[in-house]
C-alpha cells in the first residue's frame, strides 16, 4: 500500500463533487453577467424604452392637455352640484354655472 492510496480512492467523489458544484456555478455566473450588463447598460435601454413608448403613444399637445384637465374639472364640478343639490341648491347652481365656463 502506498500513501496515496486514500487519497486515490477519494479522487473519484471529489471529482463528482467538483462537477456537480460546475454545474450550479455556471448559471450563476451567467445570471451574474446577466446582470452586470443589465446594470451597465440601464441608460441605454431606458432610453430605448422612452423612445419606443413615445413612437408608439406620443404625448399630447398642451391644448389637449388643458382641455382634458377642464373637462375632468367640469365633471368634477357637475358631480358636487349633484351631491349638494338637494341640501344647497344655491351652491349647486353656482357650481353648475363654474362648471359651464370655459
Do not use: C, H
Not at 455556471?26 to 419606443?52: D, E, H, K, S
Not at 404625448?59 to 367640469?74: D, N, V
Request: overall charge positive; hydrophobic content about 50%.
Amino acid at each position: 500500500m502506498s500513501f496515496f492510496a486514500p487519497i486515490e480512492s477519494a479522487l473519484p467523489a471529489v471529482e463528482g463533487m467538483l462537477s456537480t458544484a460546475a454545474t450550479l456555478l455556471r448559471p450563476a455566473l451567467g445570471i451574474g453577467a446577466a446582470v452586470t450588463v443589465g446594470v451597465l447598460f440601464r441608460p441605454l435601454f431606458v432610453g430605448l424604452w422612452q423612445t419606443l413608448v413615445i413612437i408608439v403613444k406620443p404625448r399630447e399637445t398642451l391644448e389637449q392637455r388643458l382641455e382634458r384637465r377642464r373637462y375632468k374639472s367640469a365633471l368634477l364640478l357637475n358631480r358636487l352640484a349633484d351631491e349638494n343639490s338637494l341640501r344647497q341648491p344655491n351652491l349647486a347652481a353656482e357650481l353648475r354655472n363654474f362648471a359651464s365656463r370655459d
